[in-house]
């Protein structure tokens, strides 16, 4: 498998990925973790060969097929969802391309040349299995649970989640024997990600994959490989064996430097009582030396220092009145066709409400329904006194100015009702500080950028926060962070989400969406 051998990648001054060396096993399934912009999809990036690194070497052997999900979806896909995945074997779209390009020559002026370059390409064509590929791809878009009827669909209608199970058919199409993840469980719901693990579960190759999930790191991952500071650390086992050996490490080498410290104390009480004898002047210069060399060995005992924890509160302006949302019998979707009928949601003051769901059944179309993006198709839908909307979505990050830095897209997205001082503070709440607060926001990473997006939110003390995937890109503590403001938040919430352990740390009720076309509030617990 692929060989990293000394590797090194700085961004300026700072360094991303220090002299690190690897060789990844066959068939393990390897999970990535580490604070947002320490580095885990800049690594990726370097395996792919999508940047390049300062120094050192990554070896590819000729026999290895690389498969790689990217965070988000292809901004311009294919007219179908059969096509986009056919897509997905580069290969042979390349040699298919190549044989319509020879048949069109030999319709326009054959020769015998002509032909011989036709029968060449078509014979590699077929000897790849060229004429089963459509086939393979409708099989497995099957697998995924793409039904038959919308094979021939654009993919730009369907949701977030399904665009991201097109991705991954696209690669599993190519046949691949390393599978490079790049938070895969983003976007997916329950079902999906539930079928997702199983089948990496039983993926016959080597799995690379960056997560902020701990449930699904604990039940895929046999090894943990921590980015943290420019150290890339490996670790056998799931997350949960990696806290215990992280912690095991620490306190070990926090033993061997005390006790090193012990001897360079001793070591210099003899020196400062015997420095001054000539009959000891020997012995204390040879113990000197051996300080020296205590020291050598104590800076080479490297002590994880632990990510800083980002830590906030959201404020209220004024508050609400009671009633904050109202629909009765609402009918929500697009271009009058219903995604979801008969809802009747009333949301009061205070409430924490989690909408479930698969992927499809319309929460994010609900969500846009209520702050007024697309039209409620039937019912009706009241918004309540003094209700002053935060609204949170992922697609928000396209809304960043990628050329102004983190602190003057807060001032932006903010129409500069926040100052100078007021923009940084929040940041800062959030480990954007100094001068990441001044870098420019193409620089930053998903998780960087989410968390301006979060900034600005929380700037404008709105006292209803709707809240669409909102741990997307975030790393475990940002969203451990955000989870304890929401339950802190003297305001209301509406989320979607599929991160359970989000849910259950804030939710008051849960709004579930089903494929019966009906909704219900329960209360959550």
Same mark, same amino acid.
């Given at each position: 498998m692929i060989i990293v051998q000394n590797l090194v990648k700085k961004f300026g001054d700072r360094v991303i990925i220090r002299d690190f060396s690897y060789h990844f096993p066959k068939n393990a399934r390897i999970g990535i973790i580490g604070a947002n912009g320490a580095g885990k999809t800049t690594f990726l990036n370097l395996i792919t060969s999508i940047d390049e690194y300062d120094s050192g070497e990554i070896i590819i052997p000729k026999n290895c097929v690389l498969g790689y999900l990217p965070q988000a979806p292809c901004e311009n896909p294919k007219e179908t969802i059969l096509e986009e995945c056919v897509s997905g074997h580069i290969k042979l779209c390349d040699l298919n391309e190549k044989l319509h390009k020879v048949l069109k020559k030999m319709e326009e002026n054959y020769s015998d040349e002509v032909y011989a370059e036709y029968e060449k390409v078509e014979r590699e064509f077929s000897d790849n299995d060229g004429y089963a590929l459509e086939s393979e791809a409708k099989g497995i878009l099957f697998n995924l649970g793409f039904e038959t009827s919308r094979f021939n669909d654009s993919p730009l209608v369907l949701s977030g989640g399904w665009r991201m199970r097109l991705e991954l058919a696209k690669l599993l199409v190519n046949n691949p024997n390393f599978l490079i993840l790049d938070e895969p469980t983003n976007h997916l719901d329950l079902p999906s990600l539930t079928w997702l693990e199983q089948y990496l579960k039983s993926f016959q190759g080597t799995l690379l994959f960056v997560s902020h999930d701990r449930d699904f790191l604990n039940n895929l991952a046999d090894q943990i490989m921590q980015i943290s500071k420019g150290n890339v650390s490996i670790y056998h086992g799931n997350f949960d064996d990696f806290l215990e050996q992280r912690e095991s490490n620490v306190l070990s080498a926090k033993k061997?430097?005390?006790? #090193?410290? =012990?001897?360079?104390?001793?070591?210099?009480?003899?020196?400062?009582?015997?420095?001054?004898?000539?009959?000891?002047?020997?012995? /204390?210069?040879?113990?000197?030396?051996?300080?020296?060399r205590i020291k050598e060995v104590e800076d080479k005992i490297y002590i994880e220092e632990a990510d800083r924890k980002p830590a906030f509160k959201i404020e209220v302006e004024k508050q609400s009145g009671k009633v904050? *949302?109202?629909?009765?019998? +609402?009918?929500? +979707?697009?271009?009058?066709?219903? !995604? $979801? =009928?008969?809802?009747? !949601? =009333?949301?009061?003051?205070? $409430?924490?409400? /989690? &909408? &479930?769901? %698969?992927?499809? &059944?319309?929460?994010?179309? !609900?969500?846009?329904?209520i702050v007024g993006e697309i039209p409620l198709l039937t019912g009706e839908m009241s918004v309540g006194s003094n209700v002053s909307i935060g609204y949170y979505t992922q697609s928000q990050i396209d809304i960043l100015d990628p050329e102004l830095d983190a602190l003057e897209n807060v001032l932006q997205l903010t129409d500069n009702t926040v100052n100078y001082q007021q923009a940084r503070g929040v940041l800062g709440c959030l480990l954007i500080t100094q001068d990441d607060a001044k870098k420019r926001v193409k620089?930053?990473? +998903?998780?960087?950028?989410?968390?301006?997006?979060?900034? /600005?939110? *929380? /700037?404008?003390?709105? $006292?209803?926060?709707?809240?669409?995937e909102p741990t997307n890109h975030?790393?475990?503590?940002?969203?451990? %962070?955000?989870?304890?403001?929401?339950?802190?938040?003297?305001?209301?919430? #509406?989320?979607?989400?599929?991160? =359970? %352990?989000?849910?259950?740390?804030? %939710?008051?009720?849960?709004?579930?969406?089903?494929?019966?076309?009906?909704?219900? !509030?329960?209360?959550?617990?």
């Amino acid at each position: 498998m692929i060989i990293v051998q000394n590797l090194v990648k700085k961004f300026g001054d700072r360094v991303i990925i220090r002299d690190f060396s690897y060789h990844f096993p066959k068939n393990a399934r390897i999970g990535i973790i580490g604070a947002n912009g320490a580095g885990k999809t800049t690594f990726l990036n370097l395996i792919t060969s999508i940047d390049e690194y300062d120094s050192g070497e990554i070896i590819i052997p000729k026999n290895c097929v690389l498969g790689y999900l990217p965070q988000a979806p292809c901004e311009n896909p294919k007219e179908t969802i059969l096509e986009e995945c056919v897509s997905g074997h580069i290969k042979l779209c390349d040699l298919n391309e190549k044989l319509h390009k020879v048949l069109k020559k030999m319709e326009e002026n054959y020769s015998d040349e002509v032909y011989a370059e036709y029968e060449k390409v078509e014979r590699e064509f077929s000897d790849n299995d060229g004429y089963a590929l459509e086939s393979e791809a409708k099989g497995i878009l099957f697998n995924l649970g793409f039904e038959t009827s919308r094979f021939n669909d654009s993919p730009l209608v369907l949701s977030g989640g399904w665009r991201m199970r097109l991705e991954l058919a696209k690669l599993l199409v190519n046949n691949p024997n390393f599978l490079i993840l790049d938070e895969p469980t983003n976007h997916l719901d329950l079902p999906s990600l539930t079928w997702l693990e199983q089948y990496l579960k039983s993926f016959q190759g080597t799995l690379l994959f960056v997560s902020h999930d701990r449930d699904f790191l604990n039940n895929l991952a046999d090894q943990i490989m921590q980015i943290s500071k420019g150290n890339v650390s490996i670790y056998h086992g799931n997350f949960d064996d990696f806290l215990e050996q992280r912690e095991s490490n620490v306190l070990s080498a926090k033993k061997q430097k005390e006790t #090193l410290q =012990r001897k360079q104390d001793h070591l210099q009480a003899f020196i400062d009582r015997f420095k001054y004898k000539p009959t000891k002047a020997r012995q /204390a210069k040879s113990k000197m030396k051996m300080i020296e060399r205590i020291k050598e060995v104590e800076d080479k005992i490297y002590i994880e220092e632990a990510d800083r924890k980002p830590a906030f509160k959201i404020e209220v302006e004024k508050q609400s009145g009671k009633v904050v *949302l109202e629909i009765t019998n +609402g009918t929500i +979707g697009y271009d009058n066709v219903p !995604l $979801n =009928r008969n809802l009747n !949601l =009333r949301i009061i003051r205070g $409430n924490k409400i /989690a &909408i &479930i769901g %698969a992927n499809g &059944i319309g929460k994010t179309t !609900l969500l846009r329904t209520i702050v007024g993006e697309i039209p409620l198709l039937t019912g009706e839908m009241s918004v309540g006194s003094n209700v002053s909307i935060g609204y949170y979505t992922q697609s928000q990050i396209d809304i960043l100015d990628p050329e102004l830095d983190a602190l003057e897209n807060v001032l932006q997205l903010t129409d500069n009702t926040v100052n100078y001082q007021q923009a940084r503070g929040v940041l800062g709440c959030l480990l954007i500080t100094q001068d990441d607060a001044k870098k420019r926001v193409k620089v930053l990473s +998903g998780g960087e950028k989410s968390k301006v997006i979060i900034a /600005a939110l *929380l /700037a404008r003390r709105n $006292n209803f926060l709707i809240l669409d995937e909102p741990t997307n890109h975030l790393d475990m503590s940002s969203t451990e %962070a955000l989870s304890n403001a929401l339950s802190e938040y003297n305001g209301t919430v #509406l989320t979607v989400s599929h991160n =359970r %352990a989000f849910i259950s740390s804030f %939710a008051t009720h849960i709004f579930k969406m089903d494929k019966t076309l009906k909704a219900e !509030l329960i209360e959550a617990g």
